[in-house]
């Protein structure tokens, strides 16, 4: 049955780097990609397209209708390169899954199929590997990078500013964030932005890293 659940404000298109997650993982598993040939993916994968508050919340499991795998049997191919599972744990009937953060798009995004489609195309509209990559900003076990040098190459690429996630001195997470009708918009809900707030509120150091996970 549907859930009474006020529609959300934004979408936030959270891309993981899987260097680091497979870093803090104990071991590959046969379902994860973290082993994938013998290395993790050396480039941003989607976490998940994520309707969020304007207030910093979010809705989750929105709706107890179940996720059908046949729905997206033409995009697994993608979903799997992508929008790899990197966890080894196996997701229960919400958390976890990928229809999680799904359910609550609905009625802006059609349904199943295309909550998966558009995560897809706007993933690759936005490709942050490639505009980091052209910075000079590249996978690497020794380098570390500026923060804000990052965040200035995603803003002058798209005109948006991101928000980021560490762990320690590896970037975890890189997140952009979309209207309703997917132009790009600030993560940050304040009005005034600045290369400082973003760093300071992120849990970052000032220098940071794109590993590479050897498996
Ligand atoms: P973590 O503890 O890794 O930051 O987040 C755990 C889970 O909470 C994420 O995988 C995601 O499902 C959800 N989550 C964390 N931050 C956000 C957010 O800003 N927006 C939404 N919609 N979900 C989030
Ligand atoms: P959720 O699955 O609720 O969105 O996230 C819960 C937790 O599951 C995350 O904080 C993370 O520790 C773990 N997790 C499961 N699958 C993945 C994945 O593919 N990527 C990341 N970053 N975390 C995952």
């Known amino acids: 049955g549907e859930l009474n659940i006020r529609e959300f404000d934004y979408f936030k298109l959270a891309l993981q780097w899987p260097g680091t997650f497979c870093k803090s993982t104990r071991h590959c598993c046969s379902k994860n990609a973290c082993c994938r040939g013998s290395n ?4 941003f994968t989607i976490h998940g397209l994520w309707p969020d508050y304007n207030d910093g919340t979010w809705p989750s499991c929105c709706s107890r209708s ?16 992508y929008w790899p ?13 990928r229809e999680k953060h ?6 802006v995004i059609r349904d199943e199929y295309h909550y998966f489609l558009t995560g897809l195309n ?5 490709n942050v590997t490639r505009v ?6 590249v996978p ?3 380098e570390k990078y500026p923060v804000g040098g990052i965040i200035s190459a995603i803003q002058n690429a798209f005109h948006i500013t991101p928000s980021i996630v560490c762990s320690k001195d590896s970037i975890k997470e890189l997140h952009l964030c979309f209207y309703k009708d997917f132009t790009p918009r600030d993560c940050a809900t304040v009005s005034s932005i600045n290369i400082e707030m973003v760093t300071s509120k992120a ?5 940071v890293s794109l590993p590479i996970h050897v498996s």
């Open 122 to 126: 706007v993933y690759f509209k936005y």
């Open 132 to 137: 980091l990559y052209e910075a000079g900003y």
């Open 66 to 81: 179940d996720f059908d795998p046949k729905e997206i049997s033409t995009l697994v191919d993608g979903l799997e390169k």
């Open 102 to 107: 799904g359910t609550c798009s609905y009625p």
């Open 40 to 43: 993790a993916p050396t480039e």
């Open 85 to 97: 599972t990197l966890s080894c744990s196996s997701p229960s009937k919400c958390h976890g899954g």
């Open 140 to 142: 690497s076990n020794t």
């Open 203 to 207: 849990s970052c150091p000032k220098y």
